[in-house]
């Protein structure tokens, strides 16, 4: 049973992921550089509570990525900047490496189309998810091709239980 600090650590991380999402998906990465700052530094702001908590990275999953599968390809192929593209892909690979450790992560039918074996964990379904790109997008937004692959390169760099994804 966790202790009463460990579940309000688990809910405050949950909370600040579920804010920090909120805004970077709808306002922050949609607005020019000048503006929002660094993509990069936005994005940084939600791997702490999001690499302490295994609630927020389902929540993460779930809510910001597969409710909203466009965002694979909006967010890697599409946008026209490279920091957001990259700031994006960052979050896939770092979301992906911190949930190797946690169990198998079920997602419900409505949250994904993707179809995976029941022991597929958050990484097996985020890395299905941007394969899924291959079949469906990467012809018509192939200019960004390399931010595509570039997502394979820096995972698999993390380590052997990366490379065996």
């Known amino acids: 049973m966790q ?18 999402a909120r805004f970077l998906f709808t306002t922050c990465l949609h607005t020019k550089e000048s503006l929002r700052g660094v993509a990069n530094d936005w994005s940084e702001a939600l791997l702490g509570p999001l690499k302490s908590s295994k609630k927020a990275r389902n929540w993460f999953a779930k809510h910001v990525l597969f409710d909203h599968p466009q965002r694979f390809c909006e967010y890697l192929l599409q ?9 994006f ?6 979301l992906a490496h911190m949930s190797l450790t946690d169990e198998p992560c079920h997602l419900p039918a409505s949250a ?8 597929a964990t958050l990484a097996d379904h985020i890395f299905k998810g941007v394969l ?3 079949d469906e997008e990467v012809e018509a937004y192939g200019r960004h091709l390399s931010q595509y692959f570039n997502l394979f390169l820096v995972y698999a760099s ?7 994804i």
Do not use: F, H
Request: aromatic content about 2%.
């Open 112 to 119: 994904s189309s993707i179809v995976l074996a029941s022991e």
């Open 79 to 87: 946008c026209p900047s490279a920091e957001v593209r990259s700031a």
């Open 158 to 164: 993390l380590g052997l239980n990366e490379k065996n």
């Open 89 to 94: 892909g960052k979050i896939l690979v770092c």
């Open 3 to 20: 202790s009463k600090d460990a579940n309000e650590s688990e809910e405050l991380a949950l909370l600040s992921v579920e804010i920090g």
């Open 132 to 134: 899924n790109l291959w």
